[in-house]
């Protein structure tokens, strides 16, 4: 009996060390990895500016009487685009808006190239400002806030996406219901 009281003695001391080690181990253990949200690719976002365009179906839709030298090179500036050349693109737009810096249209084609080179900040900016500038309808406008919507969910804005996407819906004219 003397030999057990002397063994439980023995580990007495070595008991909160132990504990203790126990412990260390399980709180060293990975944390689960919280759920990433998903980012969506700078194309995809550009595509889903470009169908809320489409997909306008107002009464009102603008086309103001455009140069043909700014058409030449918003022309070149999508074909650099689709080719995946967005340097060149940018230089043909910003060509364009040297000549024509009130351009709606022309604005937001820079814009729409500025999130495929990830300049955020310069779309919003610029989606804004063709915004001021367009007619307030229509698919260019659709398109305007798209790119705002596009933007401020890529910086996890929730409330800044939910004031956008309202906005988008505001460009939209509906025709006269006739019966």
Not at 66 to 90: F, K, V
Not at 112 to 125: F, P, Q, T, V, W
Not at 159 to 177: F, L, N
């Amino acid at each position: 009996m003397i030999m057990q009281f002397r063994s439980s003695r023995l580990l007495t001391p070595f008991m909160p060390a132990a504990v203790a080690g126990a412990l260390l181990t399980a709180c060293a253990q990975p944390m689960p990895e919280a759920p990433r949200p998903s980012v969506k690719s700078n194309a995809a976002m550009v595509a889903d500016i470009q169908a809320a365009g489409e997909r306008d179906k107002s009464v009102i839709n603008v086309h103001p009487l455009s140069d043909p030298g700014i058409t030449a090179l918003q022309d070149g500036a999508r074909d650099d685009e689709r080719n995946g050349q967005y340097d060149s693109a940018a230089a043909k737009l910003d060509r364009a808006l040297k000549l024509n810096p009130d351009s709606p249209g022309v604005l937001q084609d820079r814009a729409e190239l500025a999130i495929y080179m990830g300049n955020y900040d310069m779309a919003e900016k610029l989606a804004h400002q063709s915004w001021s500038l367009g007619s307030k309808q229509g698919p260019l406008c659709a398109r305007n806030w798209q790119t705002i919507v596009e933007i401020r969910q890529h910086a996890n804005d929730a409330a800044g996406a939910a004031a956008a996407i309202k906005w988008v819906g505001e460009c939209r004219e509906p025709g006269i219901q006739r019966y």
